[in-house]
Protein backbone atom coordinates (compact mmCIF):
# COMPACT_ATOMS: atom_id res chain seq x y z
CA UNK A 1 0.00 0.00 0.00
CA UNK A 2 1.31 3.28 -0.79
CA UNK A 3 1.70 5.84 1.50
CA UNK A 4 0.61 10.07 0.96
CA UNK A 5 4.45 11.08 1.03
CA UNK A 6 4.41 8.36 -2.19
CA UNK A 7 1.67 10.45 -3.74
CA UNK A 8 2.56 13.64 -3.24
CA UNK A 9 6.10 12.47 -5.08
CA UNK A 10 4.20 11.00 -7.66
CA UNK A 11 1.84 14.16 -8.42
CA UNK A 12 5.01 16.54 -8.12
CA UNK A 13 6.58 13.93 -11.46
CA UNK A 14 3.48 13.78 -13.21
CA UNK A 15 2.58 17.79 -13.06
CA UNK A 16 6.68 18.58 -13.96
CA UNK A 17 5.68 16.62 -17.25
CA UNK A 18 3.07 18.69 -17.90
CA UNK A 19 -0.19 16.34 -17.28
CA UNK A 20 -2.67 17.22 -15.04
CA UNK A 21 -2.93 15.04 -11.82
CA UNK A 22 -6.92 14.25 -10.14
CA UNK A 23 -7.53 14.04 -6.15
CA UNK A 24 -11.30 13.72 -4.56
CA UNK A 25 -11.61 16.64 -2.35
CA UNK A 26 -12.27 16.38 1.43
CA UNK A 27 -13.39 19.10 3.90
CA UNK A 28 -15.75 22.22 3.41
CA UNK A 29 -12.87 25.13 3.37
CA UNK A 30 -13.83 25.95 0.39
CA UNK A 31 -17.47 25.15 0.38
CA UNK A 32 -19.89 25.91 -1.78
CA UNK A 33 -17.32 26.37 -4.71
CA UNK A 34 -15.52 23.10 -3.89
CA UNK A 35 -17.60 20.63 -1.85
CA UNK A 36 -16.24 17.11 -0.25
CA UNK A 37 -16.50 14.71 -2.87
CA UNK A 38 -15.88 17.12 -5.70
CA UNK A 39 -13.25 15.84 -8.07
CA UNK A 40 -10.43 18.07 -8.98
CA UNK A 41 -8.02 18.89 -11.68
CA UNK A 42 -5.22 20.68 -10.81
CA UNK A 43 -2.53 21.74 -13.26
CA UNK A 44 1.33 22.96 -13.23
CA UNK A 45 1.94 26.32 -12.75
CA UNK A 46 4.98 29.00 -11.93
CA UNK A 47 4.56 30.98 -9.10
CA UNK A 48 5.01 34.10 -11.14
CA UNK A 49 1.92 32.83 -13.20
CA UNK A 50 -0.35 33.19 -10.73
CA UNK A 51 -3.06 35.46 -10.12
CA UNK A 52 -4.50 36.72 -6.71
CA UNK A 53 -7.98 34.52 -6.50
CA UNK A 54 -6.70 31.46 -8.11
CA UNK A 55 -6.86 28.00 -5.64
CA UNK A 56 -3.58 26.64 -5.39
CA UNK A 57 -3.02 23.31 -4.64
CA UNK A 58 0.22 23.53 -2.11
CA UNK A 59 2.18 20.23 -0.28
CA UNK A 60 1.33 20.25 3.31
CA UNK A 61 4.49 18.27 4.04
CA UNK A 62 3.22 18.31 8.25
CA UNK A 63 0.18 16.51 7.48
CA UNK A 64 1.45 14.60 4.10
CA UNK A 65 -1.45 15.93 2.08
CA UNK A 66 -2.42 18.26 -0.54
CA UNK A 67 -4.43 21.41 0.36
CA UNK A 68 -6.28 23.81 -1.87
CA UNK A 69 -7.12 27.52 -0.88
CA UNK A 70 -7.65 30.66 -2.51
CA UNK A 71 -4.67 32.79 -3.48
CA UNK A 72 -4.80 35.87 -1.18
CA UNK A 73 -1.68 37.65 -2.07
CA UNK A 74 2.19 36.94 -2.71
CA UNK A 75 4.74 38.86 -0.11
CA UNK A 76 8.68 37.99 -1.52
CA UNK A 77 8.93 34.48 -2.73
CA UNK A 78 5.56 33.44 -0.30
CA UNK A 79 2.32 33.12 -1.16
CA UNK A 80 -0.24 33.74 1.30
CA UNK A 81 -3.59 31.81 1.05
CA UNK A 82 -6.86 31.34 3.03
CA UNK A 83 -9.97 29.21 2.47
CA UNK A 84 -13.10 30.90 1.32
CA UNK A 85 -15.28 29.63 4.67
CA UNK A 86 -13.11 30.58 6.81
CA UNK A 87 -14.72 33.47 9.74
CA UNK A 88 -11.74 34.36 11.48
CA UNK A 89 -9.75 37.34 9.82
CA UNK A 90 -6.16 35.32 10.11
CA UNK A 91 -4.65 34.09 7.03
CA UNK A 92 -3.18 30.34 6.66
CA UNK A 93 0.41 30.03 7.23
CA UNK A 94 2.97 31.39 4.75
CA UNK A 95 3.51 29.57 1.49
CA UNK A 96 7.23 28.72 0.39
CA UNK A 97 7.35 28.51 -3.57
CA UNK A 98 8.48 25.35 -3.55
CA UNK A 99 5.26 23.90 -1.64
CA UNK A 100 3.47 24.81 -4.49
CA UNK A 101 2.01 21.64 -6.42
CA UNK A 102 -0.06 23.82 -9.13
CA UNK A 103 -3.08 25.37 -9.65
CA UNK A 104 -6.78 24.16 -9.34
CA UNK A 105 -8.26 23.96 -13.55
CA UNK A 106 -11.75 22.61 -13.10
CA UNK A 107 -13.83 20.52 -10.50
CA UNK A 108 -15.94 17.69 -11.43
CA UNK A 109 -19.02 17.10 -9.24
CA UNK A 110 -21.25 13.79 -10.44
CA UNK A 111 -21.47 14.67 -13.79
CA UNK A 112 -21.34 18.52 -14.09
CA UNK A 113 -17.90 20.48 -15.07
CA UNK A 114 -17.22 23.71 -13.43
CA UNK A 115 -14.49 25.41 -15.39
CA UNK A 116 -12.76 28.15 -13.30
CA UNK A 117 -12.61 30.78 -16.31
CA UNK A 118 -14.56 33.35 -17.30
CA UNK A 119 -16.12 37.30 -16.28
CA UNK A 120 -18.29 35.36 -13.55
CA UNK A 121 -15.91 33.03 -12.03
CA UNK A 122 -12.83 35.98 -12.34
CA UNK A 123 -15.14 38.57 -10.55
CA UNK A 124 -16.01 35.78 -7.86
CA UNK A 125 -12.57 34.96 -7.39
CA UNK A 126 -11.75 39.18 -6.60
CA UNK A 127 -14.82 39.67 -4.36
CA UNK A 128 -13.73 36.84 -2.47
CA UNK A 129 -10.01 37.85 -2.30
CA UNK A 130 -11.62 41.00 -1.03
CA UNK A 131 -13.97 39.59 1.09
CA UNK A 132 -10.87 37.83 2.83
CA UNK A 133 -8.92 40.61 3.58
CA UNK A 134 -11.64 42.82 5.08
CA UNK A 135 -14.77 40.73 6.16
CA UNK A 136 -14.94 37.43 6.33
CA UNK A 137 -17.57 36.25 7.70
CA UNK A 138 -19.83 37.51 4.80
CA UNK A 139 -18.27 34.46 2.66
CA UNK A 140 -20.63 32.35 4.45
CA UNK A 141 -23.63 33.93 3.08
CA UNK A 142 -22.88 32.03 -0.26
CA UNK A 143 -22.74 28.80 1.52
CA UNK A 144 -26.19 29.61 3.56
CA UNK A 145 -27.83 30.43 0.47
CA UNK A 146 -26.62 27.25 -1.38
CA UNK A 147 -27.48 25.06 2.00
CA UNK A 148 -30.97 26.25 1.74
CA UNK A 149 -31.87 26.10 -1.63
CA UNK A 150 -30.38 22.70 -2.31
CA UNK A 151 -32.08 20.76 1.27
CA UNK A 152 -34.89 23.09 2.35
CA UNK A 153 -36.16 20.39 4.76
CA UNK A 154 -32.73 19.75 6.24
CA UNK A 155 -31.43 22.99 6.10
CA UNK A 156 -31.86 23.49 9.61
CA UNK A 157 -30.29 20.27 11.64
CA UNK A 158 -27.69 19.76 8.80
CA UNK A 159 -26.21 23.41 9.35
CA UNK A 160 -26.11 23.02 13.04
CA UNK A 161 -24.04 20.26 12.09
CA UNK A 162 -21.95 21.78 9.24
CA UNK A 163 -21.08 25.04 10.72
CA UNK A 164 -19.70 22.61 14.10
CA UNK A 165 -17.59 20.99 11.10
CA UNK A 166 -16.19 23.94 9.95
CA UNK A 167 -15.96 25.37 13.46
CA UNK A 168 -13.51 22.85 14.36
CA UNK A 169 -11.58 22.56 11.63
Known amino acids: MKSKIDFLTIADIVLDSGNKIKAKTVGASM ?4 RNGDIAAIKS ?3 EELNTGDIIA ?10 LHR ?4 RNNQLITRGDISISKRMDSPVE ?3 LLGVLDK ?4 RKIIKLEG ?3 NL ?10 HLPWLLFLPAIIVRIITTPRLFLPKSIHWFRKILAS
Open 31 to 34: YPLI
Open 45 to 47: VSC
Open 58 to 67: VVDKKNSHII
Open 71 to 74: LIYK
Open 97 to 99: KQE
Open 107 to 110: IRRG
Open 119 to 121: NFY
Open 124 to 133: YASVAVCLSR
